[in-house]
């Protein structure tokens, strides 16, 4: 069994992969692998800008959109031409000589990846590069195009400590997908530390974020522009203490990680 992971720290948006995979496919008949994918309205691997945090507190991460090649695929068992199947190596195939255009899998698929060809009259997506990797490529065009590093495929087995460390997105879909994501973002907390009586940014005040009730803890010094970051904050309601030889601490509580925090301008008093 193939396996293929992304992991989102490397990827910086170059879009090579989503590139690759219109060039392999846009014009090329790769039956009984895949129809021609048309021009436009069809991302097989699509790549997705993910904006996080306000301005000036901002991130970007590039999410990954494909076929998840399901062990448990939903589109095999809703397709009633029965023109979906699963190969040894995991790939699942609609075979576009059998595919008689009825859209079941496009309504069964929960991660709405699988396109209809109106010209064609029938259902398309990602391959896994099959008509390749019959031929002796060790990886589809996607993996091969990427400059960082940032896509993987392989034998499971040779992959299993990168799989262990990675997170199943989805996973509320019980599908088993046979692509997982490696170290998927989790939110950031973010502001700015300043001195109101001077008017100036405060450098290497100690920020500590806690969750009381799991003790997850983490910290940050300001920079000499008196901001700090504290990335990659698992889900939780957490108070946050800011300190600073000099001046009085300033604590907030109630602080929801469920979406990334801008906490903004934050004054600290001078000590009398």
Partial sequence: MKAYIID???CNGCYNCQLACKDEHVGNDWTPYAKPQPDTGQFWTKVEDLVRGTVPKVKVNYMHHMCQHCEEAPCITACKSKAIYKRDDGAVIIDPEKCSGQRNCLDACPYGVIYFNEDLNLAQKCTFCAHL?????????CV???PTGALTFGDEKDLKDLISQAEILHSEFKTKPGYTTLACPGSFVAGAVYDPSEDKCIK???VTLLDSKTGE???ALTDSFGDFWLKNVKLGTYSLKVEKKGY????I???STEKDVNLGDIELSKKA
């Fill in 217 to 219: 803890k983490y910290t």
């Fill in 8 to 10: 989102i720290t490397k």
């Fill in 144 to 146: 091969d195009a990427c």
């Fill in 204 to 206: 290497d005040a100690m």
């Fill in 253 to 255: 509580k109630s602080i």
């Fill in 133 to 141: 990797l019959d031929n002796g490529w060790k990886e589809p065009r």
């Fill in 248 to 251: 009085l601490p300033k604590e």
